[in-house]
């Protein structure tokens, strides 16, 4: 039976909030957004598109079609019960990471027949979208005392010199982290036994990765940079990992890079900044209430605009100023 499992909303999500859902989702804005048409900000979560995700929703674990856990589990909740050999618990479809992730989920199905396989996004929905990941910011401290400059020159731009410090950045270590030599690399599973799946004999010149010194079940993907993510390239035949990227990472990487916007970022008022937290724990709380039939749309939403009613409006306000600027 088709089934589908996600994760995502157990703990603080992060921007666009939908992005583990998003068939169900489709043009639902979880958060504020600037509505083009009206030349304004607006409450995404109070808008009829979010009610009619939240039908969606309801439907799909009414339905058995989706996982009714999925509103407050974790991706490797998800991950695990994708992967499960009981099927009353297994799924055939599940929301995850693009690109390295597909590698690893690869490797981790027991029927070596079988395939990932990235699914494109429905007509509805459009494309994909982008979360926000975390960004390296230089504030205006660092102009004010005049070390700016120095922070790119000696820090940013050095780290995707395309050389040996970019190295240290994308692989780590050699000797440590990776290596080229000839060795048999082992990997021991949970109980110390040495795990003959993952343990491997490297030729010499060849590159691979080691354990990570902090855990020898597990090998080293990436020391801080993930190569399939890098933005400077090596210059010819310098990057030692150049043959360590499986096709199946780039490939999915290009269908989701294809298929995807990236999410607009807000303006981070004060207002915003002291109050998103018990507005966005509110929302959680009602998409829970709502999707598993605790409450209805009507009540939920009703005590959403009485507990944070005034926090939203405030939002808004603040938002709306920026555009006087």
Known sequence: MFRFVAGGNSGTPEAPYTN???????????????????????????????????TRLKTAVDDGILDKASQNQTTSDARNKWNAKDASTASS????WAGTWAYTLQNSIADKTDKIIAIKPIKELGSYKERLATAWCITYKAYENGKAEGIFKYFIDTMLDGGDIQIAWQYGAKGTHWDDKAETVTVYNSKG?????????????????????????????KNHIDKSL??????????PGNKSVDPLITENYAMFNANSKLETPLWNT?????????????????????????????????????????????????????LKK
């Open 20 to 54: 583990y859902l998003p068939e169900f989702y489709q043009n639902a804005n979880f958060t504020f957004y600037y509505d083009e048409a009206a030349k304004e900000y607006k409450d995404g979560f109070a808008q009829q598109d979010m009610k009619d995700a939240l």
């Open 270 to 322: 004060e207002v915003l900044s002291n109050n998103i937290s018990d507005i966005n724990t509110k929302r959680l709380e009602v998409v829970s209430q709502v999707v598993l039939g605790e409450k209805t749309y009507d009540e939920a939403m009703a005590d959403y605009k009485k507990q944070v009613g005034a926090k939203c409006d405030a939002v808004v306000e603040s938002l709306n100023e920026t």
């Open 93 to 96: 479809v599940f929301t995850y």
């Open 193 to 221: 036994e040495v795990d003959e799946k993952k343990t491997k004999t490297y030729e010499e010149g060849v590159f691979h990765f080691l354990p990570t010194p902090e855990d020898n079940t597990k090998l080293m993907s």
């Open 230 to 239: 890098a933005i400077a390239t090596f210059g010819d035949n310098t990057d």
